[in-house]
């Protein structure tokens, strides 16, 4: 039976009065009841966790004490704006942070999007400094949901990240990818502590995100028009910044790892998902049905960047299951310039994409129609089949030029910058 069942079985045994808007339960009966870890059960970050029993009677659940919580009928989620648009971010570090912003967990993209000043330049605070993370008790509080007080002292709280400038702090919640919403409380129990423990200063709840596939730092700056009122956060602005490296790259750079030429590209324009393949794979996303699901595939295109991946020396399969290879493991290790600079050398193995950069390096142009044929010249294939490679070859090297500088996309050619 799954936590979610698990609590419709607790309702019943607790014979909670579904017409009542408040039930209160201890961890020690979930426990007994479901067998389960309370912390667990407890987990409803968005409302996609929240169990049929809670979504069908409009509840949701906030922890009170120190091993007991309050189930409240209220609207306890915010669904989070949408970003109309991505900026570029030039990042403002003196030198390349190879420890940074290299797997697949939002603290390290929090932290890197902080050092290179991003964040100073949303909240316009001035300098910040580093001075909260992890896990606390809450101080005494109490707030209303509805008409309904809620008395809140000693619970377990988390801070991601806090920073504090002269005037203010600011309390971050980091998520990997973007939800749909998020439970208001996150933001609320560290936003009334952190009040309590600075009255004098402004606290500034945000929300952060990072996507790994577009590689889009995003955050939402929130704030709460009434202390005592779980419900009336409101947002003050959202950001999502491409964070860009200034360090130059020379085409002359961009070689092949090996000498090995790989002769046809396949149909897999993203590279973004092929990067993020690797890091599934890392993650246990390791056959055809994951990644179909993961990526919301159809099961050919996901044949398409497996092949591409594999052909990459990137994974590899057997018996219907990928692994990471040395090369692999290696990607993931590498900070995000430098593993831009990795990826790019293995595609340039592809002998179509060697052929373009060298192209550009001698003539400082590359057209469609020099693409069109540079197709035609290394394979057997034409009509409709021959517009397709071109235009996966043309998304890899847009791909390329985004991420080095070295030359630039306009109109129908590429030209050196």
Not at 38 to 44: C, E, H, L, S, V
Request: hydrophobic residues 35%; glycine residues 6%.
């Amino acid at each position: 039976m799954s936590n979610r069942e698990l609590w419709s079985k607790v309702f019943e045994i607790k014979k909670f009065d579904l017409n009542k808007d408040i039930h209160f339960i201890t961890a020690k009966e979930i426990k007994q009841i479901t067998g389960q870890e309370p912390r667990n059960m407890a987990k409803m970050d968005s409302t996609a966790d929240l169990p049929s029993i809670f979504k069908n009677n409009g509840y949701f659940l906030l922890p009170i004490e120190n091993g007991r919580y309050e189930i409240i009928r209220g609207e306890g989620y915010h669904k989070l704006e949408k970003n109309k648009k991505t900026g570029e971010y030039d990042a403002d570090i003196k030198f390349s942070i190879t420890t940074a912003a290299r797997g697949a967990s939002e603290m390290e993209y929090l932290d890197y999007s902080i050092y290179t000043g991003v964040l100073e330049k949303i909240l316009g605070l001035g300098s910040m400094y580093p001075s909260i993370r992890g896990r606390g008790r809450s101080r005494s509080f109490n707030f209303f949901v509805n008409r309904h007080q809620v008395d809140v002292s000693g619970v377990q709280l988390e801070v991601d990240s806090g920073l504090e400038a002269e005037h203010a702090i600011v309390l971050i919640e980091a998520k990997m990818e973007t939800p749909e919403d998020f439970i208001v409380r996150q933001l609320y129990y560290p936003y009334r502590h952190f009040g309590l423990i600075s009255p004098y200063k402004k606290i500034v709840p945000t929300f952060f995100t990072y996507d790994l596939g577009n590689k889009v730092y995003k955050y939402w700056v929130y704030d709460f028009k009434n202390d005592v009122d779980y419900n009336s956060i409101y947002l003050k602005s959202v950001h999502a910044f491409k964070i860009i490296s200034t360090e130059p790259v020379e085409l002359s750079e961009l070689k092949p790892l090996e000498n090995t030429q790989i002769a046809d590209i396949p149909q897999a324009n993203d590279l973004d998902k092929i990067i993020t393949m690797v890091f599934g794979v890392n993650e246990k996303i390791d056959d055809y049905k994951k990644i179909a699901k993961y990526f919301e595939f159809n099961e050919r295109q996901s044949s398409y960047y497996r092949q591409a991946a594999e052909s990459l020396g990137l994974i590899s399969s057997h018996k219907g299951k990928y692994y990471l290879t040395d090369k692999g493991q290696k990607l993931i290790k590498l900070s995000t310039s430098e593993r831009n600079i990795f990826f790019i050398k293995l595609i340039s193995e592809y002998e179509l994409v060697k052929s373009s950069l060298d192209i550009l390096q001698h003539k400082s142009v590359l057209t469609d129609g020099d693409l069109v044929k540079l197709v035609r010249q290394n394979h057997k294939i034409s009509g409709s089949t021959v517009i397709r490679r071109a235009q996966s070859l043309k998304s890899w090297l847009n791909w390329i030029a985004e991420r080095t500088n070295t030359f630039i996309k306009e109109d129908n050619k590429f030209i050196v910058s």
